[in-house]
């Protein structure tokens, strides 16, 4: 294979769950048979476990992963360099994270001031976007982000939305019953969904807040009381300290990480993720593309999704509207057609997305 066929895929991180981590999975089964694909992590580097990584302070993780990267790079065949991580000099830069000053302003206070790693990942972030040819944002959120703090490199923003598995997220005509049964849900009932690693940035405890207020309004005629299932990672004694002072201890379960969700989101009325900032969450887009409505807020990229009433509802998470919410909730989950939801989500495959990646691959090898 000739060596401008490589495709080096940069992710500090390898292995979790987290959407950048997925993505290099992800563009290694898109890419394997075009390209030789060699995934750079930590562990690739080696850089997983030794010494150094244990005494160093973890802001300094980054810097050396960059270093070690490069280094690499320069001593390796040439090829197309995607990185998916702050810091390494590359072909293309994918701002799956975001713009991290954008998520600054987002958290405020002052605590973040006296983290280091909050002064280097902006640094880190331009060194990328300035050495990169093209710089891919997966939504028009992200653009405008990027645009907004690194206003020099404006004109080489693209925008490559992310795709979702249609051969495993989509919308199967089945019994919503049957479904629950296979997943330990009761088969009545309203229940709300909740996804996603890092609990306190994703909304877990808005998304508490907004079922406090629902169950406080008490129960209406032909609407039952939700459950909210909680899947992914996090410190669920925080979490459950914060529903028991908001009493809805007994309407909360915790299910820990989980793999092949389509069940989940086929079997649930409702996905509420009311996060602060989300650059394109995956969990939206295959909630969405399940024909699953979708509670989200205007911080997350994968809102573009909506563009159907009954597809969900956008709101504040700092000052949810609780009564637009009830309205929303009260009429669309009753009317929503689950496969027009699905059918809505045709533009967002990762067909489509292989697609952009391949045209931009070879536009850059062109140059």
């Known amino acids: 294979m000739p060596a401008d066929t490589r495709l080096y895929i940069l992710r500090r991180v390898s292995g979790g769950h987290g959407g950048a981590e997925l993505a290099v999975q992800r563009f290694g089964r898109m890419f394997g048979d075009e390209y030789q694909v060699v995934p750079l992590s930590d562990r690739t580097l080696g850089l997983q476990g030794d010494l150094a990584r244990r005494v160093l302070p973890r802001w300094w993780r980054p810097i050396r992963y ?10 390796e065949a040439p090829g197309i ?179 092949g969700l389509q069940d989940w989101y086929s079997a649930a009325d409702l996905m509420v993720l009311p996060t602060a900032y989300d650059p394109c969450s995956n969990a939206t887009l295959e909630a969405l593309a399940c024909g699953c409505p979708v509670v989200t807020t205007k911080s997350n990229g994968a809102a573009e999704a909506i563009t159907i009433s009954e597809a969900g509802l956008t709101i504040d998470a700092d000052r949810p509207d609780f009564q637009r919410l009830d309205e929303w909730l009260d009429e669309s989950l009753k ?10 989500m045709a533009a967002w495959t990762q067909d489509r997305e292989r697609g952009e990646y391949e045209s931009l691959f070879e536009e850059v090898r062109c140059q």
């Not at 960059?66 to 001593?75: G, H, P, T, V």
């Not at 653009?143 to 997220?169: M, N, T, W, Y």
């Not at 009317?335 to 809505?344: C, G, L, P, V």
């Open 81 to 259: 360099v995607l990185s998916l991580e702050r810091g390494p000099a590359c072909t293309i830069y994918r701002a799956g994270d975001g713009a991290h000053r954008r998520w600054l302003e987002i958290k405020g206070g002052l605590g973040h001031w006296f983290n280091p790693l909050h002064w280097i990942l902006p640094v880190l972030e331009n060194r990328s976007i300035a050495k990169a040819v093209v710089v891919v944002a997966n939504s028009e959120m992200v653009r405008r982000d990027l645009a907004r703090f690194h206003p020099a490199c404006e004109s080489k923003i693209r925008v490559i939305r992310s795709g979702v598995d249609s051969s495993q997220f989509c919308w199967r005509e089945e019994d919503a019953r049957d479904t629950r049964g296979r997943i330990g849900w009761t088969a009545d009932g309203e229940h709300w969904l909740f996804v996603g690693s890092g609990w306190e940035r994703k909304g877990l405890a808005v998304a508490l807040r907004l079922l406090s207020h629902r169950l406080r309004r008490g129960p209406q005629v032909g609407t039952p009381s939700p459950m909210l299932h909680v899947v992914g990672s996090g410190r669920p004694k925080r979490f459950q300290s914060l529903a028991a002072r908001l009493g809805v201890s007994a309407a909360v379960e915790f299910h820990g990480p989980k793999r």
């Open 335 to 344: 009317r929503a057609d689950r496969s027009r939801i699905a059918k809505s």
């Open 66 to 75: 960059a270093k070690r990267a490069d280094a690499y790079l320069r001593a």
